[in-house]
């Protein structure tokens, strides 16, 4: 006897391995690994600096970061690297034109604008463009 699809129909018994098959590879991991989540990904950063801003100590321009990471953890990173003061700002641009919004996640621009898979961020301690 058939197995009863969503209608209430009986499923002719030729089809129920095919069905119970996809059924199957819909819900469960293929054998040959799955994709990283958002948490595991990890995205190459370049930070440059643009205008007055300080070069970073020990001239480390590229950072490996989680994708999920936010314009404002890198912006208290840099701060942390640059040594400034609390009551100095940073700002940060992508393609040397706009500055991306606090809550975007590094992702979410490398989507956008990676180039050579790699995301180019320039920072400085004034505004600089737009």
Same mark, same amino acid.
């Given at each position: 006897? $058939?197995?009863? @699809?969503?209608?209430?129909?009986?499923? /002719? =018994?030729?089809?129920? %391995?095919?069905?119970?098959?996809?059924?199957?590879?819909?819900?469960? %991991?293929?054998?040959? $690994?799955? &994709? =990283?989540? /958002?948490?595991?990904?990890?995205?190459?950063? !370049?930070?440059? @600096?643009?205008? @007055? &801003? /300080? *070069?970073?100590?020990?001239?480390?321009?590229?950072?490996?970061?989680?994708?999920?990471?936010?314009?404002?953890?890198?912006?208290?990173?840099?701060?942390?690297l640059l040594n #400034?003061?609390? @009551?100095?700002?940073? !700002?940060? +641009?992508?393609?040397?034109?706009? &500055?991306? &919004? #606090?809550?975007?996640?590094?992702?979410? #621009? !490398?989507?956008? +604008?990676?180039?050579?898979?790699?995301? *180019?961020?320039? +920072?400085?301690?004034?505004?600089?463009? $737009?």
């Amino acid at each position: 006897m $058939g197995d009863s @699809n969503q209608e209430g129909q009986e499923t /002719p =018994p030729e089809q129920q %391995p095919q069905q119970q098959q996809q059924n199957q590879s819909q819900h469960q %991991p293929t054998q040959q $690994g799955k &994709a =990283p989540s /958002p948490d595991e990904t990890k995205i190459e950063i !370049f930070l440059k @600096n643009t205008g @007055n &801003a /300080p *070069v970073i100590k020990n001239n480390k321009t590229k950072w490996l970061v989680k994708a999920s990471t936010k314009v404002s953890e890198v912006a208290k990173l840099l701060i942390k690297l640059l040594n #400034l003061d609390s @009551n100095q700002s940073i !700002f940060i +641009y992508v393609n040397q034109s706009f &500055a991306p &919004a #606090l809550d975007q996640t590094v992702q979410n #621009l !490398f989507d956008c +604008y990676e180039c050579d898979k790699k995301l *180019v961020l320039y +920072y400085a301690t004034t505004q600089a463009w $737009g």
